[in-house]
Nanobody, 125 residues
Framework: QVQLVESGGGLVQSGGSLRLSCAAT????????MAWFRQAPGKERESVAQ????????YYADSVKGRFTISKYNANNTVYLHMNNLKPEDTARYYC??????????????????WGQGTQVTVSS
């Protein structure tokens, strides 16, 4: 069982930056494939960034490539999402997801085993 707690969201102006954190409980965090998803009002939840259990492989949505960076620190059971050059269209609730998985491929939303409660990111124009 893993519990995920996100933090770091807030209100920021267009062009600004935020760092989201996802702290995980459990002793096997280093075995988990981690992902950030987001959901805007009236839209489906979408994958934003993903990182393999060992950090060797990352995936990004085309809309955030070059602006967002995902990183995983097994020593403190935390995954981060660094977001730069934020745009109003990045406004959404951001969720951390985890799956006990040693694969390197992309994780679909339906394949996520554990979810956090999310943190709100609002970007003003």
């Amino acid at each position: 069982q893993v519990q995920l707690v996100e933090s770091g969201g807030g209100l920021v102006q267009s062009g600004g930056s935020l760092r989201l954190s996802c702290a995980a409980t459990g002793r096997t965090f280093n075995s988990y494939f981690m992902a950030w998803f987001r959901q805007a009002p009236g839209k489906e939840r979408e994958s934003v960034a993903q990182i393999s259990w060992n950090g060797d492989t990352t995936y990004y949505a085309d809309s955030v490539k070059g602006r967002f960076t995902i990183s995983k620190y097994n020593a403190n059971n935390t995954v981060y999402l660094h977001m730069n050059n934020l745009k109003p269209e990045d406004t959404a609730r951001y969720y951390c997801g985890a799956r006990l998985w040693y694969g390197q491929g992309r994780l679909e939303q339906s394949e996520v085993h554990y979810w956090g409660q999310g943190t709100q990111v609002t970007v003003s124009s």
